[in-house]
């Protein structure tokens, strides 16, 4: 079952504005990640951010982490038509001896030229 | 190569087929994973190989799923039996080192399959 949960389900915004997504998710985790997708086929990762870290830029975007809210938001300042897309967070969980990902249920996101 | 790769990128086969999904990972990563996304479903965790064993086969959904790794590099998803609820974009990643929880799992275009 799936771990996290994002809002909102859906995002339109014209270019220029800046999207922000959230997403939650239920357990301890080592870190989580960000990751875009085109099409509804291959995933690409975006940005990881650990679990001791609050905060991560990479360009565009901005990642923060809130351990003790179990949360975590994705901002894309100055957004581009060609970010169109939907945007899934996911989990590492710190049980278990694997690396699995935890992904949430996605934002879709559209940047209206 | 230059990425993970999959084939075939599509796949439609009749209710009670057997199919093969192939990944390739790129070239060096040791551990590997399988992961379905469905309408219903999102995105779901089903295997994750380290080398060619499989600690972690949890997610799995049924018996007549399978998978195996050769080599420490392709790996081929099996489905037996295939039903309607196996249609499904099937989704490969790999990464680098296993063990290391902030590694990052760079996946394949995935492959569409339909059951009719």
């Known amino acids: 079952s799936q771990q996290g949960e994002e809002d909102p389900q859906a995002l339109s915004i014209q270019e220029g504005e800046n999207a922000t997504m959230n997403c939650s998710y239920k357990t301890s985790i080592n870190n989580l990640q960000w990751y875009r997708q085109n099409s509804g086929r291959g995933l690409v990762h975006l940005i990881l951010?650990?679990?001791?870290?609050r905060e991560k830029h990479s360009g565009r975007l901005r990642v923060t982490l809130d351990t003790s809210k179990k949360s975590s938001s994705l901002l894309i300042t100055a957004s581009r038509a060609a970010d169109t897309a939907s945007y899934f967070c996911?989990?590492?969980?710190?049980?278990?001896?694997?690396?699995?990902?935890?992904f949430g249920t996605g934002t879709l996101l559209a940047v209206q030229p | 190569g230059a990425g993970v790769s999959q084939s075939p990128s599509n796949k439609v086969t009749e209710k009670g087929k057997d199919v093969e999904l192939r990944c390739d990972p790129i070239s060096g990563h040791t551990a590997l994973y399988w992961y379905r996304q469905s309408l219903g479903q999102g995105l779901e965790f089903l295997i994750y190989?380290?080398?060619?064993?499989?600690?972690?086969k949890s997610g799995l959904p049924s018996d007549r799923f399978s998978a195996e790794r050769t080599g420490g590099s392709v790996s081929t998803l099996t489905i037996q039996r295939t039903q309607q609820e196996d249609s499904a974009v099937y989704l490969c990643?790999?990464?680098?080192?296993?063990?290391?929880?902030?590694?990052?799992?760079?996946f394949g275009p995935g492959t569409r399959l339909l059951v009719l």
């Open positions: 990643a790999s990464s680098l080192i296993p063990g290391l929880a902030a590694e990052t799992q760079y």
């Open positions: 190989f380290q080398g060619n064993s499989a600690p972690d």
């Open positions: 951010i650990r679990s001791n870290e």
């Open positions: 996911a989990t590492a969980p710190r049980v278990g001896a694997t690396n699995k990902l935890i």
